[in-house]
């Protein structure tokens, strides 16, 4: 067999990890005209442009240490044209196993979407989510969810301090403030994967991570981690039994993550029986 043949059945059989793409970004206020401070509903022609541009982004991959980033120049600021940035952060979007973000579902990845069918880019294509906010929500129960906030209890970092002048600024195109703003966007991509990678392994649910195939069972589908010791990986301990109503399957922890997960093959499968209903 030709080596070029070898090498891409190699490929074909070594577990891939899914690829992550962390990302978050910063939207540039509405500009209202306002008579009174007590104000409940505005309608939409007391705004001066009804949209939410882009200021920034950045993202970062999982199997990369570099973060990207992008922020608009002044002019683009002035004249509200985020089309640049959209594009930027749209490629990486469209090539991603899962997009992660804090309130990506509600927030991030509509507001991108809202940008890419405005600014008349190619669609994005079906996006898979990971919501640090909702593994927030529904594993724990911090006293806030927010990402600074959760960041700061486990200890993994803080977010740069800033204020509403800062959008300010930058709405205005102060080079100095559009500079600062894409720092504080950075800064904000990192917690944010400091804060998944802590709670990942405590989490009720996360996706598989590591891409999946029937022989590639024999590994923790949440890190990759081989089930058998080899040279640098301990023995993952057996850890009781996962029951469904149908079978009763093996489960393991992970030496490496530490968070459990079951065998591909349920004990005692393939014997005849009833299923309860
Ligand atoms: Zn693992």
Redesign the pocket.
Known sequence: MPSADIDQLVAQVTPKPVRLLFFDVEVAPMLAFLWQLDVGYMNPDMVEQPEKFLLSWSAKWSDETKVRSQVLAPGEARAEDDGRIVEGLAKLVRKADYVVGHNVNKFDLKRLNTRVLLNGSQPLGSVQTIDTLLIARQSFDFASNRLGFIANLLGVGEKDSTNLDLWRRCVRGEAKALKEMRAYNITDTILLESVFRAMAPYAKKIPRLVDAAEWRQEL?P????PREKTATTKRHKRDGEHRTNVNTFPKYR?S??G?NYRGWQAIGSMKAGSVGL
């Open positions: 923790c949440h890190c990759g981690d992970c490496n993550c968070r």
